[in-house]
């Protein structure tokens, strides 16, 4: 896009959001009736339209499962909406908070007060539930809303903007289409709080263009979620939930399993577990309806990029399924895993974001901990065991976005736990009132009482207040 484009772009997207900015302004605090009516219109833009939504993204990948757009996307969209529709009284009214004994009789209260208009950036890989997600609660919190599409998804984002023209005022939700430019120009603008989802590379020029207006940003990004098998606890099972977990959307999940690590000497047998897994669900997986193909040409060869390095560099490719070979015509990439995997391979630098699995020995639970500690904090990690108190060590030990004890993916589904990444893999959080937070600002209100003795606290200062100075502090 030349300069002149970019330049255009920009003006068009500042124009949208003075339009939303203006509309905040005159309506700064709408009440919950209001609110609940924009969450009941975003609920039948997804609600009604989930056939076509499911068509069109499975035209942008290729081939999506429609059995897992409905399950990933339709449905925990849907349900966060209703949890934000049940809650929202409460979360609006304003929370009452202790004084300190020295300033009684006053009140102290915390208003949720809307931010203005809100940004979304949406990524590719689940389009619909990572653009309803965060618009649920931006809506919940009382702002309008500019939500920036991904140019990976044609169809389903030109769906996107049509329905959100049929389903809301144009200065209450603006649906933007375009380019990486059209992205950065939507990032530079001052939004009252901008949300973007995607890689850790992307996360920072988002956060980049942002602080130009010291806009406040929530990453939602990724990183080497590890699947670690504890001592004891059935193979098989962790197999199936492992594979589960990691071949949903073909493993473009931020939040898949990146990495096994299990004790050493089973790894044979894990491979054989999965594989028996993979069969099961896919019995003729190039061919499989419920298994998706690769987003695009180009991610398609990246994956194929990881493999060859990985074998280039000595590890062992072990399909996990009866179909070894892929289908690079129609982007269709059985699982397999890695074996030997070391740090001097790509895949082991960078998330994959397909269905590759390195599967990585450990000796003990230590070294499984200390492993994970020296590389940068992931999104997600997964541990399976029945021990507490080794559950607990891994829970205590390690730094991750979120945890699923003994299954994997989960912990996105509950509304009622906040998710987001920590260093590398993200900044902020959302999802149920913590999303609302996320889109208010916290208004600190003190009142104070008529019957208030602050009077004492004033020039001049004499005898009197040099006792009461020395009560306060003693």
């Known amino acids: 896009m030349d300069v002149a484009v970019t330049q255009t772009a920009g003006a068009l997207l500042a124009s949208r959001h003075a339009r939303l900015g203006e509309a905040a302004a005159r ?101 619909l539930y990572l653009a309803v997600g965060p618009l649920t609660a931006a809506l919940a919190a009382g702002n309008r809303a500019m939500v920036k599409l991904s140019e990976y998804t044609p169809a389903t984002s030109a769906l996107f903007a049509r329905l959100a023209a049929q389903h809301f005022a144009d200065d209450e939700l603006a649906v933007v289409e375009g380019d990486a430019e059209v992205a950065q120009a939507f990032a530079r603008l001052p939004f009252g709080h901008l949300l973007f989802t995607g890689s850790t590379r992307l996360g920072y020029s988002v956060m980049r263009a942002a602080a130009e207006n010291l806009t406040p940003v929530t990453l939602e990004l990724g990183g080497k979620s590890p699947a670690i098998l504890g001592p004891g606890y059935p193979l098989e099972k962790f197999a199936e939930r492992v594979m589960v977990g990691k071949t949903m959307n073909a493993g473009q999940t931020c939040i898949a399993p990146d990495y096994v690590l299990l004790p050493a000497g089973r790894e044979e047998e894990f491979v054989a577990a999965a594989r028996r897994v993979v069969d099961a669900c896919y019995p003729d997986i190039l061919r499989a309806a419920d298994y998706s193909a690769i987003i695009s040409e180009r991610h398609y060869r990246r994956l194929a990029g990881l493999v060859e390095d990985a074998r280039e560099q000595g590890a062992r490719i072990a399909p996990l399924s009866s179909a070894a070979q892929a289908d690079a015509a129609r982007r269709r990439m059985p699982p397999l895993a890695l074996l030997g995997a070391s740090d001097v391979m790509q895949a082991m630098q960078e998330e994959i974001f397909g269905p590759i699995l390195p599967v990585l020995p450990y000796r003990d639970l230590d070294e499984a901990i200390r492993y994970v500690n020296a590389r940068p ?56 009132f913590e999303g609302f937070e996320t889109f208010s600002k916290k208004k600190a209100v003190f009142i104070q009482s008529r019957l208030s003795g602050i009077g004492l606290f004033k020039p001049p200062y004499g005898a009197l207040f040099e006792r009461m100075v020395r009560l306060l502090i003693r």
């Open 27 to 127: 309506d700064p605090h709408p009440d919950w009736r209001q609110r609940d009516a924009r969450l009941a219109a975003l609920q039948r833009l997804v609600r009604d339209h989930q056939t076509e939504f499911a068509e069109a993204i499975s035209a942008d990948f290729g081939h999506r499962s429609r059995h897992e757009t409905q399950l990933l996307e339709v449905f925990p969209a849907l349900e966060g909406i209703r949890h934000a529709r049940r809650h929202l009284k409460a979360w609006m009214r304003p929370q009452r908070r202790s004084v300190s004994l020295w300033f009684r009789p006053g009140r102290a209260r915390v208003l949720h007060q809307p931010l203005g208009v809100a940004g979304i950036i949406v990524p590719w890989n689940y389009p």
């Open 377 to 432: 904090n992931p999104l997600a990690l997964y541990y399976f065991d029945r021990d507490r108190r080794r559950i607990g060590r891994v829970l205590e030990q390690t730094l991750s976005g979120g945890v699923t004890i003994n299954d994997t993916i989960l912990h996105i589904a509950q509304d009622n736990l906040p998710f987001g990444g920590v260093g590398e893999s993200g900044k902020g959080h959302y999802h149920g």
